[in-house]
Structure formats: C-alpha cells, structure tokens
C-alpha cells in the first residue's frame, strides 16, 4: 500500500522552530520528486519547499527562504522540512507529496501521493 505520512506538527510561539517528518511506504521516495505544501483556512494550497529526485535542485517559496530547508533522507525513505524562525503567517496543515513533477515549479499538479497533513500553529 503506498502511504505518506506526516508528523512533527504542533504549537509553537513566534520564532520557534519545529520540524516536519514524512514516511514513505510501499514504494521507494528517492525515485519521486518530493514537496512540502501547506493550506491555510481560506486559502489555496500552495507550495514550501520542493526537491528533485536526480541532484541537488531545490525549489523555495520567497516566504520561507533562508527559514526553512528540506531533507530527503533515502536510507530511511522520508523526507523531512525544518521550519525555523517560525511566524504567525506560517501557521497551515502541511502536506508532503510525491510524484513525477517538476520540483523547480513546486504546485501541486502533478504529485501523485499525498499525506495526510499536520497541523502547525504559529501563536503567542
């Protein structure tokens, strides 16, 4: 059964860091390109943060750049999303994705798996 699934969401003040887990199974991530997106109430889901499968391209929304950063860890089949300096415009369920899609445009289209989401709350 392919599944992603996410973890590591939570409450956290302004300025805070948290960081966000997801975990492949049924097939192998490295072979996907991979993404972070968010959805905040009211709005459209948009993307964070989006990699490529074969080097070391990286894609950024202006938002999050220098305060975010993703990790693809193939050893153990996840990828991971370290937020820092967290802010209140922050706050949204993020979702990991996987698919055949280019990672240097980062919009949902394209990206076949989906996890679930994880809530993160960025209040004071």
């Known amino acids: 059964q392919v599944q992603l699934v996410e973890s590591g969401g939570g409450l956290v003040q302004p300025g805070g860091s948290l960081r966000l887990s997801c975990a492949a199974s049924?097939?192998?991530?490295?072979?996907?390109?991979i993404g972070w997106f968010r959805q905040a109430p009211g709005k459209e889901r948009e993307g964070v943060s989006c990699?490529?499968?074969?080097?070391?391209?990286?894609y950024y929304a202006d938002s999050v750049k220098g305060r975010f950063t993703i990790f693809r860890d193939s050893a153990k089949n996840t990828v991971e999303l370290e937020m820092n300096n967290l802010q209140l415009e922050d706050t949204a369920v993020y979702y990991c994705a996987a698919g055949y899609a280019n990672p240097l445009v980062c919009i949902p289209v394209g990206y076949d798996h989906w996890g679930q989401g994880t809530q993160v709350t960025v209040s004071s």
């Open positions: 990699a490529s499968t074969i080097d070391d391209n990286t």
């Open positions: 049924g097939f192998t991530l490295k072979t996907y390109a």
